[in-house]
């Protein structure tokens, strides 16, 4: 799905101020605006602590914008809660920079795993997963 303006993912004036422990706060993201079209690939550069990491976290809810909107498959994943936060997040695909895999599992089984939670039937996990490892 697509935004109005025929980008996957669209960053509207984006902000995010950290609140610290004392009152004070880090503005980590101030009036970022982007759009990016379906099928696209794109790199963000920066240096340590330009923000980086806190834009990628928008796109799938792990961090709230503090101003503006974000976009995701015309969503509004800044604005989205429970249920609907989910949904988003089983479409947003991300790969954490530690990987974050379980080592009691095979790879097969990490692959699995968030099928399994989802409650995707065992019959169609092992299709599934035979084809992604097979990418
Ligand atoms: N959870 C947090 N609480 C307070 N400040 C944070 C938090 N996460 C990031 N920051 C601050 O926000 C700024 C941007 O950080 P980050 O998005 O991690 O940058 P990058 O990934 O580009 O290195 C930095 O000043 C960082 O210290
Ligand atoms: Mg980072």
């Known amino acids: 799905m697509t935004e109005p303006n025929g980008a996957s993912i669209t960053f509207e004036n984006v902000g995010k101020a950290y609140s610290k422990s004392g009152g004070t706060t880090v503005t980590a993201l101030e009036g970022v605006s982007l759009a990016m079209a379906p099928g696209s690939i794109t790199g963000i550069i920066g240096r340590s602590g330009a923000g980086k990491s806190t834009l990628l976290r928008m796109v799938n ?23 609907k936060l989910r949904a988003i997040r089983r479409d947003v695909g991300m790969i954490f920079q530690h990987f974050n895999l379980l080592a009691s599992r095979s790879v097969a089984g990490n692959i699995a795993l968030p099928l399994e939670i989802a409650g995707v039937p065992s019959s169609q996990i092992k299709p599934r997963v035979a084809d992604l490892i097979e990418r």
Request: charged fraction near 15%; aromatic fraction near 0%; proline fraction near 4%.
């Open 61 to 83: 809810g792990i961090e709230r914008p503090t101003a503006g909107s974000v976009l995701v498959g015309g969503q509004n994943v800044g604005a989205a809660k429970g249920s």
